[in-house]
């Protein structure tokens, strides 16, 4: 069964270090979405392609975090610099065109800022 | 108030027992409906759609009251197996998928 991939699925990092995460949809996805989930909390949407073009990032951080999906297929998200409270899981997502009500979920990224 | 609101929790029942988790949403526009599991450490999976009619999947049940603007989902002979956190979660529109915080349920032998 085909699958999102994320990598590292570990970070530590110091605060105002960079740190850069990775996505590789499922092939044929045309929709990756990128999500923040805290301790305790649900999963919050950070940013959402189509194809390689950003639909929603209004709840992206701008000052720090970028995001990208320049071919339309893997995706980077990145934070720089990283702070105390971007500690959280890093989910990526993928859909089809027709079908963005089911998401299937990468492993995540957890990430650690000390 | 939270878009997507549910039950604490967490929920301890013996195994066997069957057990209820509520939601509530309040975008009245909202118009697609997910409960969705995720177990300890782990992604979210996808559990099942709910539709206004309530719709059923095996052990589980989920019902929609669109008047009040609440979502149940209903599981019945708890297994072990069945151990995680539930999330509710709606959707209006385009919009993106909005998450409640979940529900731990441990089932306990």
């Known amino acids: 069964e085909a699958e999102v991939a994320q990598s590292p699925r570990y970070k530590i990092t110091e605060k105002s270090q960079a740190v850069a995460f990775w996505c590789d949809p499922i092939?044929?996805?045309?929709?990756l979405y990128w999500y923040r989930q805290i301790l305790g909390q649900g999963p919050e949407l950070l940013v959402q392609?189509?194809?390689?073009?950003?639909?929603?990032d209004s709840q992206l951080p701008k000052d720090r975090f970028s995001a990208e999906r320049l071919k339309g297929v893997d995706s980077t998200l990145k934070i720089q610099p990283a702070e105390l409270g971007d500690s959280a899981m890093y989910l990526c997502a993928s859909s089809t065109r027709r079908g963005p009500e089911t998401q299937y979920f990468g492993p995540g990224t957890r990430l650690l800022v000390l | 108030r939270k878009e997507v609101e549910q039950d604490p929790g967490p929920f301890n029942v013996p195994e066997g027992a069957t057990v209820a988790f509520n939601c509530t949403y309040s975008n009245s526009a909202s118009q697609s409906f997910f409960w969705y599991r995720q177990d300890c450490r782990k992604e979210p999976k996808l559990l099942m759609s709910?539709?206004?009619s309530g719709n059923e999947d095996g052990r589980f049940t989920a019902q929609l009251n669109r008047a009040s603007q609440y979502i149940s989902l209903l599981i019945r002979d708890s297994k072990l197996s069945d151990s995680a956190t539930y999330l509710c979660v709606v959707r209006a529109g385009n919009t993106p998928l909005v998450f409640g915080k979940g529900t731990r349920l441990s089932v306990i032998a």
């Open positions: 092939s044929g996805h045309a929709t």
């Open positions: 392609f189509q194809d390689e073009s950003v639909v929603d």
């Open positions: 709910v539709y206004s």
